[in-house]
């Protein structure tokens, strides 16, 4: 697979001598502070690998548990190492990062995948929410970008690049037009009118703290709402919600 050469020179970084070691200048959390977010890198190119992972131990709310290459050493991680969030490529040997997506939600069902491709094929997109991805970021984008993405998705959010959103829009439309021509309909399982309502804001893009200040409830509520909402529709992410809703006419985007 060959790599986009702006992200490519920007990850290759020589490895220096003690990377695995804190940053000069890291200083450790204080005690009582939050746990650091756990990451699992996972890519087929050792180069781009060393680059994330120089770039994300710089952040002081940050740590890379490990890292693999390809999708077969994904599953067997993140069933060992239990990560918050896997950074992941698609296409690699062995075994996809689709299909690894899938099985890692098995193996670590807390864990949040980010797919960092290349691949700008409309079908990767579709099939990587389906597995059950919570991002799905270019390797265009700018490696500094990386850690903001990391949190981002940790706490709730789903990201999309926007080359790929607008993909994602225009498969909503014709989501919503093939259902309008569907002569059958199962019904759609009855979501509560708070759940539509979390459902309309995580369509939106807010995540979990930011749907809990807008409706005045506690985090955890919400936390509740989304995994209901899931539940009831027998989906596995965010975004694979959004879609269905719009596809069944649960709620519109405008």
Avoid at 44 to 55: C, W
Avoid at 124 to 149: M, N, R, T
């Amino acid at each position: 697979m060959s790599e986009n050469p702006e992200t490519r020179d920007a990850a290759a970084v020589p490895r220096q001598a003690g990377a695995d070691a804190a940053p000069a200048g890291r200083e450790a959390a204080p005690p009582g502070a939050a746990d650091p977010i756990r990451v699992l890198i996972v890519d087929d190119h050792a180069l781009f690998r060393r680059g994330l992972e120089m770039v994300l131990q710089g952040e002081e709310d940050i740590e890379v548990i490990g890292e693999g290459g390809d999708g077969h050493e994904a599953v067997e991680m993140a069933g060992d190492l239990l990560p918050d969030i896997v950074l992941m490529d698609i296409r690699m040997p062995r075994r996809s990062g689709i299909e690894a997506c899938t099985a890692i939600k098995d193996a670590a069902p807390s864990a949040k995948i980010v797919m960092l491709t290349i691949s700008d094929e409309e079908e990767d997109l579709f099939e990587a929410i389906k597995a059950g991805a919570s991002g799905y970021l270019l390797k265009e984008i700018s490696i500094d970008e990386v850690p903001q993405a990391v949190r981002a998705v940790h706490g709730g959010q789903s990201l999309i690049s926007p080359s790929m959103a607008s993909k994602l829009i225009t498969e909503f439309a014709a989501l919503a037009k093939r259902s309008e021509e569907r002569t059958q309909q199962v019904p759609a399982p009855r979501l509560t009118e708070r759940e539509m309502e979390v459902l309309r804001l995580v369509a939106r893009g807010l995540g979990n703290r930011e749907i809990a200040r807008e409706l005045f409830i506690s985090e955890n509520t919400v936390k509740n709402h989304v995994r209901n909402i899931l539940e009831k529709l027998q989906l596995h992410s965010r975004m694979e919600a959004v879609v269905y809703a719009v596809r069944e006419k649960l709620l519109e985007i405008t």
